[in-house]
């Protein structure tokens, strides 16, 4: 079955650390997402990418850089962790040429920053 | 850029009854209104979505309504079940655009 596949699926690390979290999809869709989930906050966009010369901030992009390495691959780092950077985050993917802009999430990354 | 509210946080229903909840937005230019189910520790999914051309829609026991003037939109969920149990998210964008979400409500159907 097509998907979007995240790793690492769950990551502790410590305050000061760079990290990547990656994202691949076999769906053949051209636009990518990465949200982050909070208790209580919902679903914020931290970036996303039309394609693959395409990046643009979100609501949250501060302390969030992030690479489109090729229309399959959206990878999001952080590149000195916090910890108010603890949260559950989601990459998505949609297809231009549908008529609804319906989202495919991954199963999530959950990262913890100590 | 686009701001959407949801109500509640959190609904309680008995096994049978009907649940409603409701989510405004901010920009009028926005004609595209999901619904995402979150099941406990899985990923959120797709369950009904209308356009703004399109005032009421159904799918079997859930239906989305929308009213443009008032820039609102409901989510109706009929005879619920213990497997309507989730946090349900409603989203706004215009199309072609990046989904805003709502902060999400939790369902809890008990038998």
């Known amino acids: 079955d097509a998907d979007v596949t995240q790793t690492p699926r769950n990551r502790i690390t410590k305050t000061g650390k760079r990290i990547m979290l990656e994202c691949s999809q076999t769906?053949?869709?051209?636009?990518m997402y990465w949200y982050r989930q909070d208790p209580g906050l919902g679903l914020r966009l931290i970036y996303y990418?039309?394609?693959?010369?395409?990046?643009n901030k979100g609501e949250i992009s501060d302390g969030y850089s992030v690479s489109r390495q090729a229309q399959a691959k959206f990878s999001l780092s952080l590149e000195s962790a916090i910890p108010n950077q603890t949260a559950l985050y989601f990459c998505?993917?949609?297809?231009?040429?549908?008529?609804?802009?319906?989202?495919?999430f991954g199963e999530g990354s959950r990262l913890t920053v100590l | 850029g686009e701001n959407v509210e949801q109500h509640p946080s959190t609904l309680s229903v008995q096994e049978g009854d009907s649940a409603v909840i409701k989510c405004t937005y901010s920009d009028s230019a926005s004609n595209y209104f999901p619904w995402y189910k979150q099941e406990l520790g899985k990923r959120p999914q797709l369950i009904i979505d209308?356009?703004?051309?399109?005032g009421e829609k159904k799918d079997q026991r859930i239906a989305v309504t929308l009213n443009k003037t008032a820039k609102h939109f409901s989510l109706h969920i009929t005879e619920t079940q213990p497997e309507d149990s989730a946090v349900y998210f409603c989203a706004a964008s215009l199309s072609g655009y990046a989904l805003n979400f709502g902060k999400g409500t939790s369902l809890l159907v008990t038998p």
């Open positions: 998505a993917t949609s297809d231009r040429f549908r008529e609804t802009g319906e989202l495919f």
């Open positions: 209308i356009r703004s051309n399109v």
């Open positions: 769906k053949g869709h051209d636009r």
């Open positions: 990418s039309f394609d693959v010369k395409d990046i």
